[in-house]
């Protein structure tokens, strides 16, 4: 049996700590599994004495995870403090340049700063490796970069967000709005104080632009990626949904089309049959389409403790067993295509729309004159019961429409003197 | 960039045509995901002059493939044959011997001889892969061995059998009977002419004993896998498990219990909310569970020559970047342990019985009691229509009971006169 390899692991929150457990707790699996020990000898955190139900007493301890990642005596360090700049973006350039390889879970400082760390690692020779980054309770990363990489993949579509999926479950399930179950999120540890990352599509978006690279062999670039949250779903557009059979669910979406790689976050109205319609609470999905392989989908844990320390291990167990990948996008930094542009008002789609009107006669003439002007045309008018002079919803769907038509439609009918707020878009996607 | 990976290619029946197309369609994308070229270099079948869609002209032709195997100018033989004996395992075999690295989509030799063949691989330090042998457009083979490799493996279960699943969802889809469905599928392609490996479940073993062997470090063991096949699942029991709330698949299931590792394949009523309820057609699904990771679902195409060439090309991928799992399941070969014994018998799970009785007075109270005596408790029963004095079907579903017991019960009940036809029994599995 080979030398032992030995890990550094900066930041001890619930991931940190878990993977430490998970490294402890499976030390003769992972010896067994990897021809070789794997052990972690040193860890770094804000503070010292936090109970968090690992034994760290023969770990070395730094206080400072950058100078951890220079000094430690480490073939790997991991880095599990998150965000896009500041110590976890130090502890990372710091160990590459040091010959560390390096694993990580932070899809943030991937998505913003991917190709100069990959660049970075691959002169050094290096791993930077990042499974826990996407889906932690899905290997959408090894599977991209090395289950399916005989194909040209066509798209990677996913349920990225597992605090979105879980307030939009519960949306749907209690009819009560988004305000409302966000702050219940938030009692339950589901969502952040700060929810904006998770709820504005951000995070989602994070992750998709890594998975995006990957699939096309571009380079990330979150400023390519059209993002829109979850805030402006009510509870009235998860009932229609549910009467005309779809699911609402943010996904995030990658695909080649004739006008280059679109990649956009917003919510969908999926079809009840597409496979990620029933993926539920704080489950992730990953749908790939390639040319060999046809239409894979994985549905996992998206975040969480347990899942992402899982992944955390695969990439550590990859390192310690020599299988690692050398290239960290899945082709060398240096060859990454730059993104051409892409704009969202090139998407053509299905679409839903709803509009709160006065109810009044000649309203349903206006609107489809407004649409016709536009080119746009209609799928089907929907209005429940009348309220002669109030204001009620009226939904719209839209067979295949290009975009940048259909905002000129609904600039139009915006300025309808009976439309009274603005309306409400969600884009129908038949994965 | 690197010297060429050779490949010779052994049978080029749909799969081993598919596999050459995409490795020299996508020669330029492998190139760079691989860094380095990868190359056919020759191939052997049966018919030289079979049009196949692919250019063998600049390739070495070998009538006999393990002639091919010794001799050809090749880091890797791919083993596109099939069968447990004869030219598939002399090729293999052969290519282990002189050093040559083995890629095979060949799941009845790996389940035959796969501890042997792993510790020939090992023992001559070449890589034995086959991705391909279990569920081509899910790459659970990578998933298990590397992805959830920090994981305890408590459980792996699926679809893994495409024929099978595409017959149930078509009986299901049209009411029609099993040997209708069938006939209508081998017109089609998609059930053999001799059926048998398919339907009897025997193709779902050899692939399930694979995956436990992966999982749970074991040494593949067919004979431990307890078999049953579909060809008893009538048009009636589709129709009741619609009505209970339940669909029908074949699942193979792998699991940690009290009494060692369960391994099974039969019919299986699934509630319609589970994972794999939904998964039909061709398509397979495994559901993972390990202890960190949680559940893990991936869902894809079984078979076909996509999906399969897909899988070979990863395992060809994988040895040209350099980065194959030298242990062939998951762990030194020779540490892979002996599985201990394990009879359904032992197995204790809830069940779907139907009964074909004489509508008579008092055969209710007869069925009751037989399964009294064998201390099995009834959840329902359930009897539509009455035909007095014509035989009716009548169904129950059991709590949890031992199998052992259930056998008990069933004795007592097939001998009650107003019993006509054998009991009908589907295991329930709310995985």
Redesign the interface.
Known sequence: MSDPLKVAVAGLGTVGA?TVR??QE?AD??A????RPVVVTAVSARSRDKDRGVDLSALTWYDDPVVMARDADADVVCELIGGSEGAAKEVVETAIARGCHVVTANKALLSNHGPALAAAAEAKGVVLAY?AAVA????VI??LR???????IKSVCGILNGTCNYILTVMRATGRDFADVLADAQALGYAEADPTFDVEGIDAAHKLSILASLAF?TKVDLSKVHIEGIRHISAVDIQFAEELGYRIKLLGIARQTDHGIEQRVHPCMVPV?A?VA?VDDVFNAVVIE????????????GA?A??T??????D???IA???????TF???AG?LAELSDWSMEQHVGEYYIRLMVRDEPGVFADIADALRKAEVSMEAILQRGRAPAEVVPVVMTLHETRESSLRKALENIAALPAVVEPPRVIRIESL
């Open positions: 878990a998970l490294l499976q699996l992972i067994l599994r990897c021809g499974e932690g309770g899905i290997p090894k599977t090395e289950g399916l990489a005989g194909n040209h062999g049959t496979p029933t390639g040319d060999f392989v046809g239409r894979s989908v994985a549905v996992g844990r969480g347990g899942p320390a899982s992944a955390v291990a695969a550590v167990l990859d067993a020599g299988r690692a990948s050398a290239f899945g082709v060398p060859q």
